[in-house]
């Protein structure tokens, strides 16, 4: 069974570069935005639209294989009441499509359901971000203030 406690390690590999590597060794690179590399924002966007994906192609895939299976997550930047800054809305939009056979047709009639619950249940990431989740910053061990 996978930890519970979920840990990534982010490294500098130069001025506004970065990456991100798992316990299992596997890495992301990411960065300011002055190159190709994922943003930080936009990396929280593709793991919220990764995980659902995860989801609801776990148990569509059982019955077959997608035809098309594309998830577009955005996310409008504002600046809240007390100035700081965040996403309000993200969304996701699901285009998810099968053969017309007996599997496809099965598989379809899936989606909306496995994605309202992948919403109201199994998304961790997506669940974590709506939620009024504490995130504790530390420095050398110690938190702030």
């Known amino acids: 069974m996978p930890s519970a406690t979920k840990k990534v390690t982010v490294f500098r590999r130069g001025e506004g570069r970065y990456v991100a ?3 299992r ?3 992301v690179r990411l960065g300011n935005g002055a190159d190709d590399d994922f943003t930080p924002v936009e990396l929280l966007l593709a793991a919220i639209g990764g995980c659902s994906s995860v989801d609801v192609d776990t148990v569509t895939s059982r ?6 299976f594309e998830v577009v997550v955005s996310g409008a930047r504002i600046v809240d009441e007390a100035g700081g800054n965040r996403l309000d809305p993200v969304t996701l939009d699901f285009a998810v499509h099968f053969k017309d056979t007996e599997e496809g047709r099965e598989a379809a009639s899936l989606v909306e359901r496995l994605v309202k619950l992948s919403r109201d249940k199994e998304c961790t990431v997506a669940r974590t971000v709506s939620a009024d989740t504490q995130v504790v910053f530390k420095v050398d061990g110690h938190p702030l203030d």
């Open 63 to 68: 019955r077959d294989e997608p035809e098309q």
């Open 21 to 23: 590597t798992n316990a």
């Open 25 to 27: 060794g596997g890495q």
